[in-house]
């Protein structure tokens, strides 16, 4: 069974420094990978997906990164913000349409 | 991307009681899916529901606990059935097609009292 590991679980940094977010998995037979937001109380808000083919992807100041052989994923957030403050969740889709979800790192940016 | 409402997004429920929680998709899409997520937790599906078809229960979950609807292709429904304290969580439902992005909606807040 596929297990996802997110390191770590918390992290704070002051504003405006850059950060790296890992993700990990047991099994590299993957269709793709996942990252969401999550603000306290809400649902999740997709952020990157990146498909088992590709390296990396990147939208505004996230960038993922892909290593399927090695079973790792990162998400870079550069210049954090306050706004950046949440929890991001790692998903990878094994191709049954499931979605195994690691188990978040809560992200605190201090102004 | 998909716009995916539910509703309640909370509750407060007594033991013994059952909640039927509503997920409306802005668009057609094939499959739904439920996901749970108890406090401190990630998220873990429950079952997958096609439109036509009843729905494909995750290991651990049961159709008598965990009735579902999908009565057409934007529509679904997951009823929580007689309710215990042990089913407080966040429910989930989502959308996702083949290797396109999975989206949720808000979410529905549950406590058993």
């Given at each position: 069974?596929?297990?996802v590991t997110q390191i770590?679980?918390?992290l704070?940094?002051?504003e405006g420094e850059n950060l790296v977010l890992n993700c990990s998995f047991t099994d590299s037979a993957i269709y793709n990978l996942q990252w969401f937001r999550q603000d306290p109380g809400k649902g999740l808000t997709s952020l990157l997906l990146i498909q088992s083919s590709q390296r990396e992807q990147t939208s505004g100041r996230l960038n993922a990164s892909l290593d399927k052989s090695s079973g790792r994923s990162t998400l870079y957030i550069a210049a954090s913000q306050p706004g950046d403050s949440a929890t991001y969740l790692c998903a990878v889709h094994t191709g049954a349409n499931n979605l195994f979800f690691g188990t978040g790192t809560r992200l605190t940016v201090i102004p | 991307s998909a716009v995916i409402s539910q509703k309640p997004s909370r509750d407060i429920c007594q033991r013994g009681t059952s909640l039927t929680i509503q997920c409306q998709?802005?668009?057609q899409v094939t499959m739904m899916f439920w996901y749970r997520q108890?406090?401190?937790?990630s998220l873990t599906l429950i079952a997958t529901a096609n439109q036509g078809s009843e729905a494909t229960y995750e290991s651990g979950f049961v159709i008598?606990?965990?009735p579902i609807s999908r009565p057409n292709l934007t529509f679904s429904t997951l009823t929580v059935?007689?309710?215990s304290p042990e089913d407080s969580s966040i429910y989930l439902c989502s959308v996702g097609e083949g290797n396109q992005p999975q989206h949720f909606g808000d979410g529905t807040r549950l406590s058993i009292l």
């Open positions: 069974k596929q297990e770590p679980a918390a704070s940094v002051p | 998709v802005d668009s108890q406090p401190g937790q008598d606990k965990f059935s007689n309710m």
